[in-house]
């Protein structure tokens, strides 16, 4: 369906509070401006579902009825997928038009500079006074969010137009197009949607578009009242989504636009909506008496706090993973769906895509073959370690899409007698290097030899002698050993792997003597530290897939060449 120019499609969700759906309805229609109206119904029970089907708006009114209750990413997906306009303008059923001309002056913003993916105007708290709930959305470089301007007296800086991070969904308008292009909202956040508005933002502008705060046009909001929100402790939620968010899109607030902590400091307000005619919103008197649901976003002491890790990870693959202090392993897939006791995880899936979909996390280990997982990790922002035999061509390219989140998992990189010889090389300690030999020994496997122990020996060439593998030719092929000629630097050498007693040997001949390594099992998965590292907020891994991605360009060629030396040709 194409969407039609200049039509707004609001898309509103509704569940029960019969009384705040119909005056926001009501106050909407009022506004002017070509747009279409979508409700979409969550399982309402209180007479509201009646109403939408008599109401008559004056405009364009489509409703989609649900029996369930399901959380706001979800259906306001399924609301913008039957919407017809350029625009889409998400708005929370407890928000009031303050401004006829919200919408259109909203539009023209977006019309007038194609840069631009979304708009967000002022919310104002309901009543008499101009008290401030949002002046657009903001974040600090290092990742503190919250909106801008909360309980504020309202004033010239406030109504001014700026660029900003994020905007809420309580009202926020999005261009069709771009919407789309980013999927839409995450339904990983339901059914308590925080953040999902925050996570939508920074994919748009990670796509190279931009968020704008409009202050010349405002809009009342009933704070806190909206429906999958109401009997949830917001705070704990919060704090476990922020801490998705921050490892997704670090790099996203650290680009900016930039605030400062104090632009982001919350003055804690007290509400009465006891009689919606009369709303009352005033600044609390004492604000150390605040609950903690009136300042739950990045302002809130508890989240300024620094406090243990807790970072969550999901498992792609039945191989266990050691456990680290402040890593909690959410989810794991069982191709027999076992319960969740068995594994003592809260979630256990069959499907490993459907895992990586559906549960929030900050971390994928995918160690089975499943390359649509690692996709779709990489897609959602999330840090992904994958096996040696997950890596094919498209997992190597969509690493190169998103530098610094794919890391594989060749635990030899981080040995340090490996890192010692590689600082001998460099120091010319041996002379000039004239050739090298390098040799790993493993135990028993089903897997493929090369597929196993290649990239393990090419990457240890490469970090002995900095510099890339540019050329590997088999010399010798059997099921249980491989020798073959290697080439990095313009420096040849032999590399040889094997099934058997478990050794790593490398070597380096210069023109002044040689250098040699005697390698045994690291105590630690260097690879694993380094991902957790990362999820924590930590430098790139040493093993990141984009910038070692040469490497296993050469190893699908080498297995086929070896395949082909072996009885039968075949690529076991």
Known sequence: MNPIPGLVSVVMLVRNRLEYTRRALVSLARASGD???????????????????????????????????????????????VARGEFLFFLDNDVLVDDPDVVEVLVAELTADPGLAAV??????????????????????????????????LTATHREHREQTWAPTAALMVRHSSFRRVGGFDAAFDPVSLCEDIDLCCRLRADGERMRYVGSVAMRHFEGTTFNHVGHDKLPIWKRHMRVIRSRWADVFAKGPEHTAADLEWVPVEKDYSDLDRP?????????????????????????????????VVIVGAEATQAVPGVRVVGVTDPNASEPAEHRVPWVLRDGTRLVETVPAEGVVVRAPNTSAVLIALRRGLHVLVGKHVVDDIVVEAARKAPGRCSVDLSWA?????????????????????????????????????????????????????????EVRTVEAAHDRVRA??????????????WGEPQFRISVTGTEGALAADLTASPVDGSYADFVGALRGGPTPLTDLAAIGGLFDLVPGWRSEVAALLTGGSDR
């Open 414 to 470: 981080h040995h340090p007698d490996l890192t010692a010889l590689g600082k001998a090389v460099t120091e010319g300690r041996a002379g000039v290097p004239q050739g090298f030999a390098v040799r790993l020994d493993h135990v028993t496997t089903d897997r493929n030899l090369v597929t196993e122990l290649g990239p393990d020996v090419l990457d240890a060439v490469e970090r002995v002698l900095g510099a890339p593998v540019t």
């Open 485 to 498: 000629v290697a080439v990095a630097g313009g420096v040849t050498g032999a590399v040889e792997v094997s």
């Open 35 to 81: 747009f279409e109206i979508i409700v979409v119904d969550n399982g309402s029970d209180d007479g509201t579902s009646e109403y939408l089907a008599a109401v008559d708006l004056g405009r364009p009114l489509t409703v989609l009825r649900h029996e369930d209750d399901r959380g706001g990413s979800e259906r306001r997906n399924v609301g913008a997928a």
């Open 280 to 312: 009352r919103v005033s600044v609390l008197g004492d604000p150390t008496s605040a609950a903690a649901d009136l300042s739950f976003f990045a302002s809130d002491r508890v989240l300024a706090t620094a406090e243990p890790a807790d970072v969550r």
């Open 120 to 153: 967000s105007p002022l919310l104002l708290y309901p009543g008499d006074g101009a008290l401030v709930q949002c002046a657009g959305g903001g974040s600090t470089v290092n990742g503190h969010v919250g909106s801008v301007g909360r309980g504020q007296a």
